[in-house]
C-alpha cells in the first residue's frame, strides 16, 4: 500500500469552505481523477483519507495536508497534477510526497498566520501588538460545543508584528498587516482568539471582519524561530530510497519509435 501526503490551498471566495464540504469536493476529485483508493474495512468502507489540522471556515490557507493511501502506486507529481485539475480553483493541490516517515500530523505543531486588518491604522496596530506582548497572560472566552471557556491566548503565541502596509490598498484607507506564529495547543488558539486578546488588552477593534491566511504550517524550530516544512522528511528520505513501481514502470516505458 502506498501512501501519499499532499499540500492543498484555501483561496479566495473558497476560504469559507468548511472542512466537510472540503471532504466532499475531494472525494468527488479521487473519482474524477480515477485514483485507486484503498479502501476501509467493515459494512461502509470509505476512501482511506487521514486529515491534519483544517484551518477554521472562513480564514485562507497556504498550507493544509492530507494523507492518501492507494491500493496500487502511482507517481506522486503526476497523482498531484490529475487532483488538482479536478478540484475547484481556490482549492488547489500544490504539492505532493510520497510517504517515508511516520508521524505527519506530530509534524504540525505551529502555524504562521497573516493577519489583514482594513481600517485600522499601523500605528493603532503596533501599540495593541506591544501591549500583547507585554502581558503576561490575556484571557479571552470562546463558545464551545461544551459552553463557553476562558483560556489564556499568550501562552500560545510566539511572535507578532505589524509588517508593513500592502501596496494593494487604497491611500485614502488605512490598513495594518500583522504577522503571526502560534504554537498548536490545548485548547487550540486561533487568529481570531488573538483578536480577541488585542481587544481586551488595548481595544483594538478592527470596523470590518479581518482576512485571515495561513502561510505556513509545520514543527517550530527553536533555534531560528521558524516553522518547518512537514513533507521536508519524507523528501528526503525519498532521495535515498529506491523508486516504487509506478516511478520505474515510467522510466522504462519506451519513447516510441526513432524517426
Known sequence: MQRIRLRYTKRGRLRFTSHRDFQRAFERALRRAEVPMAYSAGFTPHPRVSYANAAPTGTGSEAEYLEIALAAPRDPQKLRELLDESMPTGLDIIDAVEARTSGLA??????????RLDGVEPAEAERAVAAFLAAESVEVQRRTKNGMRTFDTRGAVVSLETLPAPADRPLDQACAILRLVVRH???????DDVLSGLRAV???APPVPSAVTRLAQGLFDEESGTVTDPLAPDREADTAAPPTAAVAADAKAPEGPAA
Not at 106 to 115: F, G, H, I, N, Q
Not at 185 to 191: E, G, N, W
Open 185 to 191: 495547543l490545548t485548547p487550540a488558539v486561533r487568529p
Open 202 to 204: 488595548a481595544d483594538l
Open 106 to 115: 506530530d509534524r504540525l505543531t505551529a502555524s504562521v498566520w497573516e493577519l
